[in-house]
T-cell receptor, first 109, second 117 residues
Framework: RKEVEQDPGPFNVPEGATVAFNCTYS??????FFWYRQDCRKEPKLLMS???SGNEDGRFTAQLNRASQYISLLIRDSKLSDSATYLC??????????FGTGTSLTVIP | GAVVSQHPSWVICKSGTSVKIECRSL??????MFWYRQFPKQSLMLMAT?????????EQGVEKDKFLINHASLTLSTLTVTSAHPEDSSFYIC?????????????FGQGTRLTVV
């Protein structure tokens, strides 16, 4: 079983739509979780960390479900500029980060 | 601004030649840096962990004699692709961790797109 599994999509949504991505992880002892955004041919950039209590940053909401071992990212009121690949990242150990394959999002005018 | 700088951003080389990629942490010391490779439509795959002052740790299936890693200082790691072949064409990204108040955060270099012709 892969350390991190993510639906690759693609997700094509109209502007203004709400879209959600899920990501499952296999190591139940994992403590740190992140969502990264990667634009085409660019490096991944941290979008937000995922905390146990869930956290929100503007139109973005991240949730953690430890019982089911998944994290989610919700994007509300999608903008054209949100088009990118979203990578979920799990950090089970100090220097070990596992990446999902990424979910491709295209926001359509 | 960028906290990890990678150079060059893109390079085209002939088969059989070697290419060196540099990764620098700009405002913090990184005793450990990581090198990833990403093929089109695939996720980042860890190639090796670069350790300052000691040998790098390579992931299974990655040839250490082909991908030479040197981490001579606390702010610089280099990856040299030796005797490059077209199948080595890929996007190479380095990463360094920085400890913050909320835990460890990973920062990435801008990536190097290598094309071997």
């Amino acid at each position: 079983r892969k350390e991190v599994e993510q639906d690759p999509g693609p997700f094509n949504v109209p502007e203004g739509a709400t879209v959600a991505f899920n990501c499952t992880y296999s190591n139940s002892a994992s403590q740190s979780f992140f969502w990264y955004r990667q634009d085409c041919r660019k490096e991944p950039k941290l979008l937000m960390s995922v905390y146990s209590s869930g956290n929100e940053d503007g139109r973005f909401t991240a949730q953690l479900n430890r019982a089911s071992q998944y994290i989610s990212l919700l994007i509300r009121d999608s903008k054209l500029s949100d088009s990118a690949t979203y990578l979920c990242v799990v950090n089970p150990f100090e220097d070990q980060f596992y990446f999902g394959t990424g979910t491709s999002l295209t926001v359509i005018p | 601004g960028a906290v990890v700088s990678q150079h060059p951003s893109w390079v085209i080389c002939k088969s059989g030649t070697s290419v060196k990629i540099e990764c620098r942490s700009l405002d913090f010391q990184a005793t450990t840096m990581f090198w990833y490779r990403q093929f089109p439509k695939q996720s980042l795959m860890l190639m090796a962990t670069s350790n300052e002052g000691s040998k790098a740790t390579y992931e299974q299936g990655v040839e250490k004699d082909k991908f030479l890693i040197n981490h001579a200082s606390l702010t610089l790691s280099t990856l040299t692709v030796t005797s490059a072949h077209p199948e080595d064409s890929s996007f190479y990204i380095c990463s360094a961790r920085r400890q913050g108040f909320l835990g460890t955060e990973a920062f990435f270099g801008q990536g190097t797109r290598l094309t071997v012709v």
